[in-house]
Nanobody
Framework: VQLQASGGGLVQPGGSLRLSCAAS????????VAWFRQAPGKEREFVAG????????SYAYFVKGRFTISRDSAKTTAYLQMGSLTPEDTAVYYC?????????????????WGQGTQVTVSS
């Protein structure tokens, strides 16, 4: 399975973006999916995750209530809907897959990674 992240761009503070993570090769039907982000000079951090059957989601405290993670029923694409964006959300956003059902907040637990998409929040 390979992952392709897209949807990043430049947005004004308070704006919204939707990121997509598309699986190619095979679906990630058996994978939990998460979004991480990395800002310049900072470590990669967990943003949100969704379990295999989409029955469970998890969010970092700093995005809770502003971001929503979802995945389509065919298990080919996952999404991160981002709202009320602030300059602190500026980072490269990565999607990642982990075989099995559980969400993990630790990046090393994910074995499949997309290439990243840049999100810049600025006026």
């Amino acid at each position: 399975v390979q992952l392709q992240a897209s949807g990043g761009g430049l947005v004004q503070p308070g704006g919204s973006l939707r990121l997509s993570c598309a699986a190619s090769g095979r679906t990630f039907i058996n994978h939990a999916v998460a979004w991480f982000r990395q800002a310049p000079g900072k470590e990669r951090e967990f943003v949100a995750g969704i379990s295999v059957n989409a029955g469970e989601t998890s969010y970092a405290y700093f995005v809770k209530g502003r971001f929503t993670i979802s995945r389509d029923s065919a298990k080919t694409t996952a999404y991160l809907q981002m709202g009320s964006l602030t300059p602190e959300d500026t980072a490269v956003y990565y999607c990642a897959g982990r075989y099995g059902g559980a969400i993990h907040t630790s990046a090393p637990m994910y074995t499949i990674w997309g290439q990243g998409t840049q999100v810049t929040v600025s006026s």
